[in-house]
Structure formats: structure tokens, C-alpha cells
């Protein structure tokens, strides 16, 4: 709605005046504008004992409350709030929605729901399971299904003559060595100051972890193997209701040493061994081959049942010869 001073007789088309009472003031309107306006349809409006009938008989054993009132939803299309008294649904409301047709005078029901209101109980937002789980709740016996394109796993062997890109023989790697080889000096050998720090026998001692004062002894490495199976080993009952070992498992990190050809590291989150020492022969729930988590299912495209349909036309057939031939065409609705 616009207000404007009174001015030439010109006016857009499709604008109705009316005047306030003031002199020189009057007021435009626009019929889009008006036909848009939330106003409810006095019909519809009053038909809440229809409104009160549907919610008690959708609510049937249940109790209806107290009339909260309407709200015009469009065009002749009004829905009437009223209280539900159940304990369980606090804050709830019916809502019953009412129509009618284009100057019909009958209101029909449309449906009815059960709705929240501003201040109702609602339960917590559904999470997923995949980020609900937390690292350590997982128990014997449970299974961890992992996704077919999880990104903390890549394909292993495939059978396939080419090598790996992190394999030793490489190209990759040999054009690596090749330039990382060894720390080259001009000069004859006599004239280095220092010999070079790689391709010396000190440097490979470091690079096996010899050059400490002291190194684990045999009796250290079967104490501590010891120790280790009985965490994390074959006898545990976690390992004894898993799916699999983990000399099987894709997130088993490999140990370096004599050690390896019976331990490794676990790198699952969601393992209760993660980042722990565990025998080949331990396992959990969280295999990474135990189960691998299906696709979400997608659902069919709606099919529209047309077998009962029967189309009316808008307008009759003249030359059925029902209607006279003179008789001009009728709109259809009510009157």
C-alpha cells in the first residue's frame, strides 16, 4: 500500500484509489498486492467446530485443548491451532487446516497434524552412528563397517608387475637415490677436509640405530614381547571374538626389526589398540575387512497411478448435444 499526494488525473492501470477523508490524501492499492494479504476467509475462519471434530477424531483415545486460534495459510486456506494436553507432547498443537472453493460457501477439511510449537519438547538432532562412535566404545564383539572409498585405507597388492610408487625399485625412487646418493666435493680425495657424512660406515650405524651407547638386548625383546601379547595378543577377549587378525588389517603399521615378524602398530582411531603395540595375531571389531558399510539406498522415483483417473474437460462439446448451440460456455464453480 502506497500513499501519495493527490496529483494528476493520470493513474496506472490496474490501481484502485481510495480516499482517507483528508483533503488532497488518498491512497493506492494494488490488486497484487491485496490479492497476496494474510487475511484470513471469514468462512474459514469460523469453521472451528469442523476444525475441533477432525482434531478429536485424529487424536481419539487422546484429549483435545483450548482454541489457540488461525492462521491464514493463503487464498481461502485457514489453519486452526488448538492445545494438546498429552504429558508427553509438551508444547505440541493440532493444527487442523480448512478450505473452500472459489465462491463456494461449503468449507472442507484438508488435513490434520500434529505440530510443534514455539516452546515445545523435541528430541536432539539425529546424528549418525559414523559421528556419534568415539574412540573406546568399542567392546568385544562389535564390528566396525568401513566405507568402500575410505580415505585412511588405498589398495595393497594388486597383482599387477608394475611396482608400487613408494617401492624400492621404483623409477621414482631410483631417480631419487640417484641424485640423494652421496655428498660429492671437488677435489682429489686428499684436499677434503672431512669425509662425507653419507655413504660412511657412521652414517649407515645411524641410519640401523647403532650408534648409541647401549641397544636393547635379546632378554628385552622377549620381556617386552611378553608384555605386549599379553595386552594386546590372541588371548585377549577382544581377539578372541574379532572377525580377523591384524596381520590382515589395513591400518596395521608394520615394526622394523626382528620385532615386526610378530608385532605392529595400530592405526585405527576407533580401535581400542590405537597407537598401541599389538600381536599379528590380535584383532578387534574395527578390521578394516570385518565389514564394509553399505550405500545409503536411493529412493524410488514416485509413480502416479493413473488407472482411475478420469479426465473432465473445461468446457462442454458442443456437438455432443447436450447444451444448446446458442448457450455460451459456463466456468466451472460455484456460484
Known amino acids: 500500500m502506497v500513499r501519495s499526494v493527490r496529483g494528476p488525473a493520470f493513474r496506472p492501470y490496474g490501481w484502485r484509489t481510495r480516499s482517507d477523508g483528508c483533503d488532497g490524501v488518498e491512497e493506492r492499492i494494488d490488486p497484487v498486492s491485496a490479492m497476496r494479504s494474510r487475511t484470513p476467509d471469514r468462512l474459514c475462519a469460523e469453521a472451528v467446530e469442523l476444525a475441533r471434530e477432525a482434531a478429536m477424531e485424529a487424536a481419539f483415545p487422546g484429549k483435545v485443548g483450548e482454541y489457540m486460534g488461525a492462521v491464514a495459510e493463503g487464498d481461502r486456506v485457514v489453519t486452526h491451532l488448538f492445545e494438546n494436553p498429552e504429558p508427553g507432547y509438551r508444547g505440541w498443537r493440532w493444527a487442523v487446516t480448512v478450505t473452500r472453493a472459489s465462491r ?68 621414482e625412487m631410483q631417480q631419487l637415490a640417484a641424485v640423494e646418493e652421496a655428498d660429492v666435493t671437488a677435489g682429489a680425495p686428499g684436499a677434503q677436509t672431512a669425509a662425507p657424512k653419507t655413504g660412511s660406515i657412521a652414517a649407515i650405524a645411524e641410519e640401523l640405530g647403532m650408534r648409541r651407547a647401549r641397544v636393547l638386548s635379546r632378554y628385552g625383546l622377549h620381556v617386552a614381547a611378553d608384555r605386549w601379547d599379553e595386552a594386546y595378543g590372541a588371548q585377549t577377549p577382544m581377539a ?15 615394526l622394523g626389526g626382528s620385532l615386526g615378524q610378530a608385532f605392529g602398530v595400530c592405526a585405527n582411531e576407533f580401535s581400542p589398540a590405537d597407537g598401541r603395540v599389538v600381536s599379528l595375531s590380535y584383532g578387534c571389531g574395527a578390521h578394516s575387512e570385518a565389514a564394509v558399510m553399505p550405500k545409503p539406498p536411493r529412493p524410488s522415483a514416485p509413480v502416479v497411478d493413473e488407472t482411475v483417473v478420469e479426465p473432465l474437460p473445461l468446457h462442454p462439446d458442443r456437438a455432443s448435444g447436450s447444451v444448446e448451440a446458442d448457450t455460451p460456455p459456463e466456468e466451472l464453480g460455484h456460484s
Open 104 to 171: 463456494a460457501k461449503n468449507v472442507t477439511l484438508d488435513e490434520t497434524v500434529l505440530l510443534p510449537g514455539p516452546d515445545a519438547l523435541l528430541a536432539p538432532e539425529w546424528v549418525p552412528w559414523s559421528e556419534r562412535l568415539r574412540p573406546g566404545d568399542m567392546g568385544p564383539g562389535d564390528l566396525l563397517p568401513t566405507e568402500a572409498e575410505d580415505l585412511r585405507l588405498e589398495p595393497g597388492y594388486t597383482g599387477e608387475d608394475v611396482p608400487p610408487p613408494n617401492s624400492v625399485v621404483s623409477e
Open 240 to 254: 578372541q571374538a574379532a572377525p580377523g587378525t591384524c596381520a590382515t588389517c589395513g591400518f596395521l603399521m608394520p
